[in-house]
């Protein structure tokens, strides 16, 4: 199965060198490193879930507490109108900027999960040629998601940008 190096650690300890139209060719070998008892599809599940799903979950209760925490918070003292909008603006900002990561990581996550559950359980070991071309999509559509958030944080948080507006100035002035 090409996706046995879907956990990184697989990938050192699955292959076997083999003989295959008498050459000799490194091939994944899931049960003769780990024997009849595990199963593939059973380890791939549990990465999706400790690594995929897990998270996902964990990130949408995280951004939820701290969106509930930004609204219910108690300012003492007078509030101005002034104050008020800005805070309110505040929040906003930090809810649409948790939302887009949220769901930047689970639209880049999710079709690669999909397609690899679909090779485990549906497709067996061979795969349709449509679906080749899918799988390299969703396979880079994955691993472009942390690339994505630095856009996410800069194109929503005026912070993020002003920030990298002090960086690309230290930059400039260094090299002057």
């Avoid at 990938?11 to 008498?22: H, K, R």
């Avoid at 070998?29 to 599809?41: C, Q």
């Avoid at 951004?63 to 925490?69: D, E, H, N, Q």
């Avoid at 390299?136 to 912070?159: D, H, Q, V, W």
Wanted: charged content about 15%; aromatic content about 14%; hydrophobic content about 45%.
């Amino acid at each position: 199965m090409g996706y046995c190096h879907g956990l990184s650690l697989t990938i050192f300890i699955c292959p076997q060198l083999v003989e295959y139209q008498e050459k000799l060719t490194c091939k994944m070998r899931w049960k003769e490193t780990f024997g009849d008892s595990s199963s593939l599809a059973n380890y791939f599940l549990a990465g999706f879930i400790v690594f995929i799903y897990l998270p996902t979950v964990l990130l949408a209760m995280l951004y939820s507490k701290i969106f509930v925490k930004l609204r219910s918070e108690a300012h003492p003292g007078e509030q101005s109108t002034n104050a008020e909008e800005q805070r309110t603006r505040r929040n906003n900002s930090v809810l649409k900027m948790a939302i887009a990561i949220v769901l930047g990581f689970v639209i880049c996550w999710v079709p690669f999960t999909v397609t690899l559950l679909l090779q485990l359980f549906a497709w067996n070991s061979s795969i349709p040629c449509s679906a080749a071309h899918y799988m390299t999509f969703t396979r880079f559509l994955a691993y472009t998601n942390c690339a994505i958030n630095p856009f996410i944080c800069f194109t929503l948080s005026s912070n993020y940008r002003q920030g990298l507006k002090r960086l690309i100035h230290c930059f400039n002035s260094a090299s002057s």
